[in-house]
């Protein structure tokens, strides 16, 4: 069945730092990927998606590159703030479906 | 618009009583889901819709009930609630192949 995963938390960093955020997939056909962000007391909110192959996405200075060879979709940020603190979690949708896997999700604190 | 909406934010139960959680959607969505989040696990899936009239279990469906009367509204029952029920209750819903939109949750204690 369809299954994701991603790295392990928590994740420390200093103001400015990069991140890199691990996910990698299994799924039949040509999901649409996704990274969520949920921030301290709130509903998780969609950060950004690609639908295919190639397909980078991005916002608010982060990106993720959809990577069939590789079955992933790692997210990155090239210089984060204290404000990016956040549980990240990264899902798969299939093609023409609705039921979303999630990953465990990776809790991110960011330090000034 | 609204986007997805929740009911109450918060609520304290003893065991054994029994409520509803509500939550409505004015975006058209034909499927609606409900998730529960516990302290450093990522989202379980209760119960889902994909149309009015039509429900199914998730991958954790015991001790909830669902009824999906009309595309807005998926209201989650608790039968007879347990301390294992403490948890804090997410509803989303989307179109197909899009992105799930989320209401704002309900934290839930149970005594």
């Known amino acids: 069945g369809n299954s994701v995963t991603q790295m392990e938390g928590p994740v420390t960093l200093s103001e400015e730092a990069f991140l890199t955020i691990n996910c990698t997939y299994t799924?039949?056909?040509?999901?649409?990927l996704f990274w969520y962000v949920q921030y301290p007391g709130e509903g998780l909110q969609l950060l950004l998606k690609a639908t295919k192959a190639d397909d980078k996405g991005s916002n608010k200075g982060f990106e993720a590159t959809y990577r069939k060879e590789t079955t992933s979709f790692h997210l990155e940020k090239g210089s984060v703030q204290v404000s990016d603190s956040a549980v990240y979690f990264c899902a798969l949708t299939n093609t023409g479906g609705f039921k979303t896997i999630f990953g465990a999700g990776t809790r991110l604190f960011v330090k000034a | 618009n609204a986007g997805v909406t929740q009911t109450p934010k918060f609520q304290v139960l003893k065991t054994g009583q029994s409520m509803t959680l509500q939550c409505a959607q004015d975006m058209n969505h034909e499927y609606m889901s409900w998730y529960r989040q516990d302290p450093g696990m990522g989202l379980r899936l209760i119960h889902y819709s994909v149309g009015a009239g039509i429900t199914d279990q998730g991958e954790v469906p015991n001790g909830y009930n669902v009824s999906r009367s009309t595309t807005e509204d998926f209201p989650l029952r608790l039968l007879s609630a347990a301390p294992s029920q403490t948890s804090v209750y997410f509803c989303?819903?989307?179109?197909?192949?899009?992105?799930?939109?989320f209401g704002p949750g309900t934290r839930l204690t149970v005594t």
């Open positions: 799924a039949t056909g040509y999901p649409s």
């Open positions: 989303a819903s989307t179109s197909t192949g899009a992105e799930q939109y």
